[in-house]
């Protein structure tokens, strides 16, 4: 299984990217898909998922109303569209992939089983 994580960059506070991962070797309609955070000294942190059918979506409080993740099951690709984003957001994103339901717990690390490699998102204020 891969998961190519993309499209982190260098933006002002306010502003938005989005990030995309691309899966290969398994199909995410099949899968739970997340994604995650790790700012520099601190620990990975739940950022938003999606369930295998798409129905049922989580976020963490800090992104509610400013992220939102969703896919594209014929391009086997999850995204996460960030917007008015702020200095604290700056963090490496990864997106990880999990068999276990994503309604058990969906904001635990060790849930998932697959992770991709991470892109950085550098927030000027």
């Known amino acids: 299984v891969q998961l190519q994580a993309s499209g982190g960059g260098l933006v002002q506070a306010g502003g938005s990217l989005r990030l995309s991962c691309a899966a290969s070797g398994r199909t995410i309609s099949n899968y739970g898909m997340g994604w995650f955070r790790q700012a520099p000294g601190k620990e990975r942190e739940f950022v938003a998922a999606?369930?295998?059918?798409?129905?049922?979506?989580y976020y963490a409080e800090s992104v509610k109303g400013r992220f939102t993740i969703s896919r594209d099951t014929a391009k086997n690709t999850v995204y996460l569209q960030m917007n008015s984003l702020k200095p604290e957001d700056m963090a490496v994103y990864y997106c990880?992939?999990?068999?276990?339901?994503?309604?058990?717990?969906?904001?635990?690390?060790?849930?998932?089983?697959?992770w991709g490699q991470g892109t950085q998102v550098t927030v000027s204020s």
């Open positions: 990880a992939m999990r068999q276990r339901p994503i309604a058990g717990m969906p904001e635990r690390v060790e849930r998932y089983d697959y």
């Open positions: 999606i369930s295998r059918s798409g129905g049922s979506i």
